[in-house]
């Protein structure tokens, strides 16, 4: 697998408010651990679309990933300005990221029309990736359903593996970094 889209939720759909909550770092390891796996196996690029959550916090992995390994983030958004509703602090992440980035373009060429380019990215980032990753909770999808169903009609037509990350994995990963802590078997 060369290209590899990732998606997962919006902040708010995991309960989470603020830029500095911890569970962003578990996330963030959680997601670190399946793109190393895959840069291992041959993996060249990471597409996202830079929605808030899952989307950016894969970007910044990427960016700190790029220090040891070769492997490209490309972020193509649904529609120009997708950022200008955020909150200030998110807005200026995305905007680093853009910089950072390899590559970047937005599918659209204007601001918000409709949701049919929500629609249009999901095919798109598809289309143009070997396999995806999704944060997923199929109990409670929240808004990565969208995506996560225009990944499953892909597999059904051709070889395009779904990866998930789930909230079993973000517990063994929460484990994992707790069981590092020297403090934690004191």
């Not at 853009?98 to 409709?114: N, R, T, V």
């Given at each position: 697998?060369d290209?590899l889209a990732?998606?997962g939720?919006?902040p ?13 770092s578990?996330?963030k390891?959680?997601?670190?651990k399946?793109i ?9 690029w990471?597409l996202?679309?830079?929605?808030m959550?899952?989307e950016l ?7 700190d990933?790029k220090e040891?390994?070769d492997?490209?983030?490309g972020?193509f ?9 955020w ?5 200026q992440?995305y905007?680093?990221l853009?910089?950072?980035?390899d590559f970047q373009q937005?599918i ?5 029309k409709?949701?049919y380019?929500?629609k249009?990215?999901?095919?798109w980032?598809v289309d143009?990736?070997d396999?995806c990753l999704?944060l ?6 929240g808004?990565?359903?969208f995506f996560?169903?225009e990944?499953?009609k892909?597999s059904?037509q051709?070889d395009?593996p779904i990866?998930?990350?789930?909230p079993l994995?973000?517990?063994?990963i929460?484990?994992e970094i707790?069981m ?7």
């Amino acid at each position: 697998m060369d290209v590899l889209a990732v998606t997962g939720y919006k902040p708010m759909e995991m309960n989470i408010f603020k830029q500095d909550d911890p569970k962003i770092s578990f996330v963030k390891a959680a997601i670190q651990k399946k793109i190393i796996g895959f840069i291992e196996e041959g993996l060249e690029w990471v597409l996202i679309s830079g929605q808030m959550g899952v989307e950016l916090w894969t970007g910044e992995v990427i960016i700190d990933l790029k220090e040891t390994y070769d492997v490209k983030l490309g972020i193509f958004p649904p529609f120009t300005n997708q950022e200008s509703r955020w909150p200030e602090q998110m807005q200026q992440t995305y905007q680093e990221l853009l910089m950072l980035a390899d590559f970047q373009q937005p599918i659209y060429q204007s601001d918000y029309k409709g949701p049919y380019q929500f629609k249009a990215k999901n095919k798109w980032m598809v289309d143009k990736s070997d396999g995806c990753l999704i944060l997923l909770d199929e109990e409670y999808p929240g808004s990565s359903r969208f995506f996560h169903e225009e990944a499953k009609k892909a597999s059904e037509q051709k070889d395009y593996p779904i990866y998930t990350i789930t909230p079993l994995d973000l517990d063994d990963i929460v484990q994992e970094i707790q069981m590092e802590d020297p403090d934690y078997w004191s």
